[in-house]
């Protein structure tokens, strides 16, 4: 099922917050693009740009990667249903 959750995932106000801020589509294509993430989007209407990792390996590469960046990042573990 963990396979499947990224094709389930979208938000629809994406294009809107894309819209006025043109980095936001940078920025979730930079993260989009690192081996082990399996999907990058926007929470809401676009307070945080977040990634679901394939491992916790991958999440903290993603992180070291933005942080270096400037960006404020942060490793969560998703909780069992």
């Known amino acids: 099922i963990i396979d499947q959750i ?3 995932m979208q938000n629809n106000l ?3 917050a ?7 589509a940078d ?3 930079q993260l989009q693009d690192i081996p082990g ?7 809401g209407s676009g307070t945080v740009v977040f990634g679901l ?13 933005f942080s270096a960046q400037g960006y ?3 490793v969560c573990k998703t909780l069992p249903a």
């Open 18 to 24: 894309i819209r006025l801020v043109p980095e936001l």
């Open 37 to 43: 993430i399996r999907k990058a989007q926007l929470t």
């Open 14 to 16: 994406t294009d809107a």
């Open 53 to 65: 990792a394939e491992s916790r390996e991958a999440a903290h590469r993603a992180a070291s990667q």
């Open 27 to 29: 920025t979730i294509d």
């Open 6 to 8: 990224p094709n389930h």
């Open 72 to 74: 404020w990042t942060s």
